[in-house]
């Protein structure tokens, strides 16, 4: 069974960065494509950024490109959101995805496979 613990969450001031990191485990991870979404209180679940089994392919929503980058280490079966530049409106609850694909979807949709997810906050 696939389980994804994130972690690395907290609050930091406006303009602050956060790494974000997210585990997987419980079997052998080959083209299982890793993303980021976030939810802020009130509203719906958002993509955040994505990343393939490769790292070759990334998607990134307009709102964090530029400031948050994504990128994974396949050895340990985990993936990163670095996060730079930070505003307040990219307070929320962060959620790792993950699912068995070769696309690198936006959709929620998607995936399978979602920890429990990790707060930041950014204060102004």
């Known amino acids: 069974q696939v389980q994804l613990v994130e972690s690395g969450g907290g609050l930091v001031q406006a303009g602050g960065s956060l790494r974000l990191s997210c585990a997987a485990s419980g079997r052998t991870f080959r083209n299982f494509v890793m993303g980021w979404f976030r939810q802020a209180p009130g509203q719906e679940r958002e993509f955040v950024a994505a990343i393939s089994w490769t790292g070759g392919s990334k998607n990134y929503v307009d709102s964090v490109k530029g400031r948050f980058t994504i990128s994974r280490d396949n050895a340990k079966n985990t993936v990163y959101l670095q996060m730079n530049s930070l505003k307040p409106e990219d307070t929320g609850v962060y959620y790792c995805?993950?699912?068995?694909?070769?696309?690198?979807?936006?959709?929620?949709?998607?995936?399978?496979?979602w920890g429990q997810g990790t707060q930041v906050t950014v204060s102004s």
């Open positions: 995805a993950g699912d068995f694909t070769l696309s690198v979807p936006t959709s929620r949709n998607r995936y399978d496979y």
